[in-house]
């Protein structure tokens, strides 16, 4: 595309208007993510099940922005009406699992995944230095996460995976990313030195939301909600031993990344870890001394 240029005093010239270093390359990285995200889907529904949901998620997140800096979303009536048809998605999904086939539980978890795509950013101007945001990469994120957990919770067996991601994949994750964070100089350090700033609060928010969950965490693992995995992988008091130090260490690793935010806190995130920790107290009270697994599973 070309534009005219007019100088006070010279003649009319025209100047190519160039795309931003890098877009070409993002873009077609972009395309091939997506390319990816729907072989994963179409194995899900054909082949594999809900467990190919598991890298459609992680490949449809990072395919959903291309920006090297994620906008937020626009607050209109379309983003509210897509709020409403995630919940009504995510209740179905949840209260139906064993009264529907795995090839409809497959087509309506990949659809609640992919629904952020269909959501507007706003404009760069006024959004880039909000501290609060929400973005389609986090929601797809979000999402995903809560659909894995609702597969691995009431399919039976699979709960110890579960506690496991959350306790050792999960604080990885987040190790790498605030590693890459820091060389941006997109970390903020002032929760340690002043926590009770008033420009902390959502940041202060966050850490006490992802502490509770450690907690929680700690609690269900102290309850016993591990100790099926000793039964079934025939595991001895050592291994068994090294197994709960291992998710010990990870939650404590978990603890540190919650005090060293990024500058910006996502939202969607932040509610699907509150979500995490009612779930997790509902869990703790109803089997104080049980590990929290579904009695049976029907999957037809």
């Known amino acids: 595309m070309r534009i005219a240029v007019v100088s006070p005093?010279?003649?009319?010239?025209?100047?190519?208007?160039?795309?931003?270093?890098?877009?070409?390359?993002?873009?077609?990285?972009?395309?091939?993510?997506?390319a990816l995200a729907a072989l994963s889907f179409a194995a899900a529904v054909l082949v594999l099940g809900p467990v190919a949901l598991i890298p459609y998620g992680l490949l449809l997140a990072a395919a959903s922005d291309s920006r090297p800096l994620s906008r937020?979303?626009?607050?209109?009536?379309?983003?509210?009406?897509?709020?409403?048809?995630?919940?009504?998605?995510?209740?179905?999904?949840?209260?139906?699992?064993?009264?529907?086939?795995?090839?409809?539980?497959?087509?309506?978890?990949?659809?609640?995944?992919?629904?952020?795509?269909?959501?507007?950013?706003?404009a760069?101007?006024?959004?880039?230095?909000?501290?609060?945001?929400?973005?389609?990469?986090n929601l797809v994120l979000a999402i995903w996460g809560l659909v894995v957990f609702g597969y691995l919770y009431q399919e039976r067996g699979l709960w110890m995976y579960g506690v496991a991601a959350v306790c050792v994949a999960v604080p990885f994750a987040l190790v790498v990313s605030r590693t890459r964070e820091v060389?941006?100089?997109?970390?903020?350090?002032?929760l340690l030195r002043h926590p009770f700033r008033r420009g902390m609060r959502a940041q202060l928010i966050q850490g006490v939301n992802i502490l509770l969950l450690c907690a929680l965490l700690g609690g269900v693992i102290a309850a016993g909600g591990i100790h099926r995995a000793r039964i079934e992988y025939a595991l001895d008091g050592g291994q068994f031993a090294v197994v709960v130090a291992g998710l010990a260490a990870g939650l404590v690793l978990l603890a540190v990344v919650a005090v060293l935010p990024a500058r910006r806190v996502q939202l969607a995130t932040n509610l699907a870890v509150a979500l995490l920790s009612s779930f997790l107290v509902v869990q703790l009270v109803q089997h104080p001394s049980l590990p929290p697994i579904p009695s049976c599973s029907r999957r037809r």
């Open 124 to 137: 760069a101007d006024g959004v880039r230095d909000r501290t609060v945001v929400v973005t389609r990469r």
């Open 72 to 122: 937020t979303v626009l607050r209109t009536p379309r983003t509210i009406g897509l709020a409403g048809v995630l919940l009504a998605g995510f209740a179905w999904f949840w209260l139906r699992y064993f009264d529907l086939t795995t090839s409809t539980l497959v087509v309506i978890a990949g659809g609640l995944i992919a629904l952020p795509l269909a959501l507007h950013d706003a």
């Open 183 to 190: 060389r941006r100089g997109r970390v903020e350090f002032g």
């Open 9 to 34: 005093g010279r003649s009319v010239g025209v100047q190519p208007i160039t795309a931003a270093p890098g877009w070409h390359r993002r873009r077609l990285i972009r395309i091939a993510l997506i």
